[in-house]
Structures are given as C-alpha cells and as structure tokens.
C-alpha cells in the first residue's frame, strides 16, 4: 500500500513513517496540506493519513481539497490528531469526508 503521511512535526513523520515501512507499506511524506497537494499531482496513494493543526493550510482544509478535486477525492482520508480529540471534532472531519478519525498517541499495534 501506498501511504501519504502528512503531519508538521518531523519527528511524529519519521515515527510514524518507520511505523508503517516496517509493516510493509510505501510511504510518502508531506510538512503540511499544500506540500502534500503538491506530491499528490505527481503520485498514486491508497491512503491519507493527515494531521489537524498544521501551519499554512491545516488538516481540515487539506481535506476538503482532496475530497474536492476528481482526481484524489476516492483516497480513503484518515486523521490522526492529538490536538482535536472530542466526539464533535470527529463527526466534523467524518462530516468532510474523511473515513477514520485516530487520537495520538496509538499503540503501533
């Protein structure tokens, strides 16, 4: 599987980038929205897994983009946030399109 990891701190991209190598997938990694918009004009994914709070263009606006545009709006959308944590924070990136919501931190499991 392809991934496109997309979170503002380095450290939590490389985790989680080691994380998912190690499990076998391919993975992309993008700083925030507009660097990963910009992979995403170059590249095939199975899967998005974005953070919220990022500077420049955030989770939530990355998604409507993605879920906007005919080329990459059937990638499946996952959130992975330690930030917005509650159930209405969920049901409003659920609400853009996004098929999961994970809270940090998460067992690699």
Known sequence: MIILNVDDRP???????TILRAAGHDVYSAADGAEALALLQNMQCDLIVSDV???????????????ANPATRDIPFVFFTAVYTEAKDEQFAL???????LVKPLEPD
């Open 53 to 67: 709070v990022m500077p420049g263009m955030d989770g939530f606006q990355f998604c409507r983009e993605v879920k």
């Open 95 to 101: 609400s853009l399109g996004a098929a999961g919501f």
């Open 11 to 17: 450290d939590n991209r490389y985790l989680f980038d």
